[in-house]
């Protein structure tokens, strides 16, 4: 993920790199000291992240040129509330400082999740399963969960019920999409498929499908991305 530092601190900013460094997959395109200097860079670079101080006066520049190329965007406060201004931009998240690496990271995740959800449709990836007559293409969208079963995985879709000869674990391997989490031992589903999500259970289609104490932190922080 092609990433953009803004912050009028020179301090503040090195230690945002310092720790974006840490960071896998994460390559810091630029630092900038003001929006307009954050938006000449972006209008060339079309970074896919934006870090952003809330000190930065001139936020409303970048914003304009953004706009175009739908890059995430995360705001960096000092120690306190987060200004309210910043809610207007739609942000993926709000960071007040000190910042730890691992909020970053979680951070970075989410973004990685909603700049996929973005994407047109026809850039949507799709699987291809085989049944009887031979192999079928499923489109990701029209995938809504994947059971556990004792032949190996039920896939549920929109237009019916396909047998897999592989396991969970594999399936997810397979699908290598973020959009599709683990909720329990048994079962994996599509995040955009969710209808709701309560402490200890997630509604999908027909079903109420218990959530794991392990892998609730993960969805919940996950489904608030899609």
């Known amino acids: 993920m092609r990433c953009i530092v803004i912050d009028s601190e020179g301090i503040s900013s090195r230690s945002l790199v310092r720790l974006l460094e840490k960071i896998k997959d994460v390559e810091i395109v630029a630092s900038a000291r003001s929006g307009k200097e954050g938006q000449f860079i972006q209008d060339r670079e079309k970074a896919d992240l934006i870090l952003i101080s809330t000190e930065v006066t001139d936020i409303i520049r970048l914003k304009q040129s953004t706009d175009k190329y739908l890059p995430q965007i995360i705001f960096v406060s000092g120690e306190g509330s987060i ?55 499923v489109k990701y969208e029209d995938i809504i969960y994947i059971e556990r079963s004792e032949e190996g995985c039920l896939m549920r879709t929109t237009f019916g019920n396909v047998p897999l000869k592989w396991g969970l674990k594999e399936s997810l391997s397979k699908l290598n999409d973020m959009r599709f989490q683990k909720v329990n031992r048994d079962f994996v589903v599509n995040l955009k498929k969710v209808t709701a999500i309560f402490p200890t259970s997630l509604k999908i289609a027909d079903k109420t499908l218990s959530i794991s104490r392990a892998n609730h932190p993960n969805l919940e922080h996950m489904i608030n991305s899609v």
């Open 83 to 137: 200004p309210d201004s910043t809610y207007k931009y739609n942000a993926t998240d709000h960071l007040t400082k000190p910042v730890s690496v691992e909020r970053l990271r979680k951070s970075i995740d989410r973004a990685r999740l909603r700049k996929r959800m973005l994407e047109p449709e026809d850039s949507q990836q799709e699987l291809f399963v085989k049944l009887n007559d031979g192999l079928h293409r």
